[in-house]
């Protein structure tokens, strides 16, 4: 579990951050929303113990980053949005340097490393220099590297950034493959359908500051809206016209949505029975309306 408390951060005289407070619970996606210049990668950088807050502290599985890193650090993986690897070495070489810090001898983080560059997709690039890696490539050494200790909980910090929709895809699997293991995943992210497609809840910070914490199911429900979507098995002009004695409708082939729709869903679909209703459900917005409405002021 981890657990962010009273965060606060200046560089010089500008807060960056204020009072960030929030927790990720074990076998628990959280998605990490804000602009650039926010204090997304600033929070999970003082998480990550790489820098120091100037009050409050963040716990991880109970213990303190800031008086217990060594403790903290073992239960931790973090894969930044630009790792930053010495260039000049072997991938392979350089996990095995890495692991010996966790006290692993050589041979043993040698094999170790053989199975985790597999189970990443770097199988057959182990003796590749790291400045040969693509940016996706060090994104999953990252991940390699943040593995060696089978930690519980895990920082992705704008881990898709850059990456081809192959790598998404990957890296959207390894949190879900997370979350069944009971692992928490602080995860943030530029695109929101990502975040709305994994993630149980969400933190939204802006200016430095948490301004709301919600889950899916509570961003979905606030962002229903009246019009309704309706997939016919045949669409006619008698269906259209039936249709529009409840809104303005739309259509695209055997879709329509009727635009404010007057009725409720059991009386739209049985003006429209006759037509083969297939589904039947209200438009919803994304979590990109939810946010852009929550930050507009």
Known sequence: MI???????????RQVLQDVSFDVKDGEIVGFVGLNGAGKTTTIR???GTIQPNSGDVLINGHSVTKEKRV????LGWVPELPIFEQDVKALDYFVY???YYGIPGGEAREMGKRLFEEVGLSGREKDKLRNYSQGMKKRFALAVSLISNPNNFLFDEVLNGLDPQGIQFFREVALKMKKEKKAILFSSHILSEVEAIADKVVFIHKGRVVKIATMD?????????????VLG????EAISEAEKFGTVEVNGNTL??????ADLQAVSMALSNFQVLEIGWVTGGLED????LTSG
Not at 72 to 75: L, P, V
Not at 234 to 237: A, D, G, I, P
Not at 257 to 262: A, L, Q, T
């Open 46 to 48: 003082i998480a990550a």
């Open 98 to 100: 890495i692991a010996g």
């Open 72 to 75: 903290a650090s073992k239960y």
């Open 3 to 13: 657990s962010i408390e009273n965060v606060t951060k200046r560089f010089g005289k």
């Open 290 to 293: 939810y946010f852009f409405k």
């Open 218 to 230: 509570e961003i979905r429900n606030s962002i229903s809206t009246r019009n309704l979507r309706v």
């Open 257 to 262: 949505v009727i635009r404010d729709c007057k």
């Open 234 to 237: 045949k669409v006619t002009k």
